[in-house]
């Protein structure tokens, strides 16, 4: 069944964007998964189409309007979709969140504008508030294109490989250790000898070492929540060799 995913924007031209390219754009042409862009601008009211207003309380920038975003919302199927708004006020989008959504018949994404939406419309529509990252965007479209194809590339038969969604950053709660292809000598710089070993045993624990290291080192809150998931306190590994070293 083709996963469907609507976005609400008041930019339908911002789709499909980098979605209509590469694994996204094949498996959307394959129908694999359908998107729908809305124009919310269609419910605004008047002649002008108004979508916004001035914020109760003074401020500087503009609002979108409730019963405009009700109405938008309303206009709309969800069949079972989860309603999602991207925001900086959300909690942070994480892997498991895509894998949830990817399992689902697909996702509502409201794209926000301006200073974003009156709250009472995102407490009345039970809409998920989620962030992608600690920074501020012009709108929600960006937002709403890196949340579908995360959950797009997961989708059976989208990638070629199913180890490469197993094996990468947060499948395990750790970030995905280091890669090297051809050749094996570049800029006075070797691949790691393990790697050339054929020896599968010996890559498997190299890898899971260096993936320990990194997050170790760059991810201290990961880290942390790896192990108390493993229920144990792991110790940073060492000994991976200055290429992994580096990467401290």
């Known amino acids: 069944m083709t996963w469907q995913a609507t976005a609400l924007t008041l930019f339908p031209d911002m ?25 919310m601008r269609e419910y605004g009211l008047g002649r002008h189409r108004v979508v916004d207003d001035t914020p109760f309380g003074g401020g500087a920038g503009m609002v979108m309007r409730p019963d405009v975003v009700a109405a938008a919302i309303a206009g709309i199927d969800l069949a079972g979709r989860p309603l999602v708004y991207p925001t ?10 895509i894998r949830r959504y990817a399992a689902g018949p697909g996702v509502v994404v409201l794209c926000g504008r301006y200073e974003g939406v009156d709250e009472r ?31 797009v590339r997961l989708l059976p038969g989208v990638m070629g ?18 890669l090297y292809t051809k050749p ?25 070492a260096a993936s320990e290291t990194v997050t170790q080192a760059r991810r201290p809150d990961l880290w942390a929540a790896y192990q108390v998931g493993a229920g ?4 940073r590994v060492a000994g991976i060799r200055a290429d992994a070293d580096r990467l401290n």
């Open 121 to 151: 419309v995102l407490e009345a529509s039970g809409a998920e508030q989620v962030s992608i990252g600690d920074y501020i965007l012009s709108g929600g479209e960006v937002a709403a294109t890196v949340l579908l194809d995360a959950c």
């Open 15 to 39: 789709f499909p964007g980098t979605l209509g390219q590469s694994l996204a754009g094949r498996a959307l042409e394959r129908g694999i998964w359908s998107l729908d862009a809305r124009d």
């Open 184 to 208: 094996a000598q570049w800029d006075g710089r070797d691949v790691p000898e393990v790697l050339l070993s054929g020896h599968h045993a010996a890559i498997a624990r190299w890898r899971r």
């Open 232 to 235: 144990q306190d792991i110790p």
């Open 88 to 97: 900086p006020r959300g909690r942070p989008l994480k892997q498991a969140d």
């Open 161 to 178: 490989s199913g180890e490469s969604a197993v094996e990468e950053s947060f499948a395990d709660g750790l970030l995905e250790y280091p």
